[in-house]
């Protein structure tokens, strides 16, 4: 039977990310995305020139419809581009917290070390409260120091076993205040090597893959949204971090060579058939 998700994010036009990379996963998986937009940008915010339309005002026309016509259970928010947005979901998901749905975040703030500008004290606020809401959050070492408090750059010079300690004892305080998993992208324990993590309240999983290349546009979001497709078909949380990790480097593995801009992203589009199950 397929399942439905609710996927609360933007859509950017340009740079094979966001709801395009979702919808596109998801489906693949055989499950049932429905997309309800937090803004529509011509192409995503790392390209200079990039038109936004927001549309935070439509976003109870979008849910309440939703919920009248059916009960969905599982949401899976990305970009949260004001403090109003974020406001918004936040109060819409603390309405729904008696159902107890599943909820997957990808905590969109920052990375290399940097909150990124257009996250005032406000925005990051909500997207942490958002957070501790949430059953499962995917965030890139970045944005775990951010929703903690940790100094990003004295981690982000951690190296081996140090820097997992470190990553574990975050995520430890995290999973106190009631998140589920903690999904943690970006590591770079060793030169020339990246690493995702899986933190529990029982201990922490790690998977290591040799770095292709620089970073690009939209990497984090097809990684969450095939983890979010593998939770959805039954898969344990390990197993759907494996999945999406595999998927992203098997891409990059077979055409990163060919990409001369990273605000493209990867062309994720003509290996979907390996997410079939």
Do not use: W
Request: charged share 15%.
């Amino acid at each position: 039977m397929t399942k439905r998700v609710v996927l609360i994010s933007d859509m950017s036009g340009l740079g094979n990310c966001s709801a395009g990379a979702a919808v596109a996963v998801i489906s693949s998986m055989g499950n049932e995305c429905v997309f309800v937009p937090t803004a529509i940008l011509s192409a995503q915010t790392g390209f200079k020139d990039h038109y936004t339309a927001d549309m935070t005002h439509h976003l109870n026309g979008f849910l309440t419809s939703i919920d009248k016509i059916t009960t969905i259970n599982t949401y899976y928010i990305g970009f949260l581009q004001s403090s109003e947005t974020a406001e918004f979901i936040y109060t819409y998901i603390d309405k729904k917290k008696d159902s107890k749905p599943l909820i997957i975040y990808d905590p969109i703030m920052g990375d290399n070390g940097k909150i990124y500008p257009f996250v005032d004290n406000t925005l990051k606020r909500y997207i942490t409260d958002i957070a501790m809401m949430s059953s499962i959050i995917t965030p890139n070492l970045t944005e775990l120091c951010l929703l903690v408090g940790e100094d990003c750059n004295k981690v982000c010079n951690l190296t081996g076993v140090e820097l997992y300690d470190c990553i574990q004892t975050m995520c430890g305080s995290i999973i106190q205040k009631g998140v589920h998993d903690v999904v943690v992208t970006g590591i770079e324990p060793h030169s020339g090597i990246v690493a995702n993590a899986v933190v529990q309240s029982e201990g922490m999983s790690t998977y290591e893959y040799k770095r292709i290349g620089a970073s690009y546009s939209g990497t984090g979001d097809i990684f969450t949204s095939v983890l979010c497709g593998g939770i959805m078909n039954g898969k344990s949380i390990t197993q759907a971090c494996k999945k999406a990790g595999d998927f992203v480097n098997t891409v990059l593995i077979n055409s990163g060579s060919t990409i001369t801009d990273r605000n493209f992203g990867i062309p994720y589009q003509p290996f979907l058939n390996l997410l079939q199950e």
